[in-house]
T-cell receptor
Framework: QQPVQSPQAVILREGEDAVINCSSS?????VHWYRQKHGEAPVFLMI?????EQKGHEKISASFNEKKQQSSLYLTASQLSYSGTYFCGSEGFGNEKLTFGTGTRLTIIP | NAGVTQTPKFQVLKTGQSMTLQCAQD?????MYWYRQDPGMGLRLIYYSASEGTTDKGEVPNGYNVSRLNKREFSLRLESAAPSQTSVYFCASRHVPGQPQHFGDGTRLSIL
């Protein structure tokens, strides 16, 4: 079952904040976040492995609520370079596969 | 510092033709994956290989076959191409579960 991402698309002005949510119907071992720019391959952002874990990468951070099987990606003071489509990937226990969500298209305008 | 290399980058086929997409990684990763991505869509897993000598079906395996030739190489074959297989194909690899996947640049395949 594919994780559900929300919103599907968001438009922000430079400097604004955004939150992208990822929800799974299955128990999760980890959640991955990737960003894909148009015409390019997905690029890894971060992995969250433990319940309630929060990680950060410059102005991009994420949380993982293992009990709720949800993860959120936080983009603070967005920059033009943050534009792209963000995918979460869910990984179950003992499962070699990563199942990707449908993506959230983020557009940052000056 | 090649990472994951896919060939070819672009290909146009006629319906019914066969083709093999090649993927090689130089990171000594155990697991390799083939995905397809249709316009405006997410990544759907076609086949994967958890280790050399093993392959398993993903979400959308019909119409495809794979070969894990050795630890470095994982190929995807379309035996009789159909227009519904027009897509961008990505190969990815990683060391073990819980680690990030590294993607190749993709193969843009059009079937007329």
């Amino acid at each position: 079952q594919q994780p559900v991402q929300s919103p599907q698309a968001v438009i922000l002005r430079e400097g604004e904040d955004a939150v992208i949510n990822c929800s799974s119907s299955k128990a999760l071992y980890s959640v991955h976040w990737y960003r894909q720019k148009h015409g390019e391959a997905p690029v890894f952002l971060m992995i969250l492995l433990k319940g309630g874990e929060q990680k950060g990468h410059e102005k991009i951070s994420a949380s993982f609520n293992e009990k709720k099987q949800q993860s959120s990606l936080y983009l603070t003071a967005s920059q033009l370079s943050y534009s792209g489509t963000y995918f979460c990937g869910s990984e179950g226990f003992g499962n070699e596969k990563l199942t990707f969500g449908t993506g959230t298209r983020l557009t940052i305008i000056p | 510092n090649a990472g994951v290399t896919q060939t070819p980058k672009f290909q146009v086929l006629k319906t019914g033709q066969s083709m093999t997409l090649q993927c090689a990684q130089d990171m000594n990763h155990n697991s390799m994956y083939w995905y397809r991505q249709d316009p405006g869509m997410g990544l759907r897993l076609i086949y994967y290989s958890a280790s050399e000598g093993t392959t398993d079906k993903g979400e959308v395996p019909n119409g495809y076959n794979v070969s894990r030739l050795n630890k470095r190489e994982f190929s995807l074959r379309l035996e009789s191409a159909a227009p519904s297989q027009t897509s961008v194909y990505f190969c990815a690899s990683r060391h073990v579960p819980g680690q990030p996947q590294h993607f190749g640049d993709g193969t843009r395949l059009s079937i007329l």
